[in-house]
């Protein structure tokens, strides 16, 4: 079975290295390990590292070097439109909230038929359709998390030196004073000497 460990992106696939063809909803374009039957009939072993999205227009490449491009396949789908910006808008924003996808067009939300009521909640006119559906990715990824591993490393090396800082600072202090006490310790004793040999 043919194993596809790469996606080449649209720009970067190169036609005549395209040998067959795999049509799949957003759902299964969003998988990292998967099974696929392509449409000449031979089955495909998706093994990527994370799952990176596969658009329309993408590629797998085979462990030989074949591409395997990517279509995204007709889905039933509402298409949601309102009497004005903002009524979209808030629904856009009740979308998200929920974690529903949505594809943004000018004055136009595609989200799935499960969203439904959402829609009908929100006031809003919905016509059911069948096409590709192509959601806004989400606002997350992991260079944001490695950036956030690295900030916390760096409040920890920070975090470190201060006390190092404090410590030093506690000793000095220290020294300081024991240095007073043995100060007036001497000056003391100096004192009731002086006021014996008198007598």
Known sequence: ????????????????QVVDTLTLDHAARGQAHAHFHTAGGFCVDLALERASGLED????????????????????????????????????????????????GA???????????????????AEPVSRAFRPEKAAHDHSTCGHDHSHDHHDHDHHH???????????????????EHAHEHSHDHKHGHDHDHRH
């Open 1 to 16: 079975m043919p194993t596809a460990r790469q996606i080449v992106r649209k720009a970067a696939v190169r036609p005549e």
């Open 57 to 104: 227009g993408d590629a797998l490449r085979l462990e030989d070097g074949r591409l395997v491009g990517i279509k995204a396949a007709e889905e039933a789908l509402l298409e949601v439109r309102a009497g004005s910006p903002a009524r979209l808008l808030r629904l856009a924003w009740q979308l998200g909230g929920s974690h529903v996808p949505a594809e943004v």
């Open 107 to 125: 004055d136009v939300l595609y989200v799935p038929a499960s969203a439904a009521e959402l829609v009908r909640g929100s006031g809003c006119s």
């Open 161 to 179: 030196h201060a006390e190092k800082h404090d410590h030093g600072h506690t000793h000095a202090h220290t020294h300081e004073h024991s240095h």
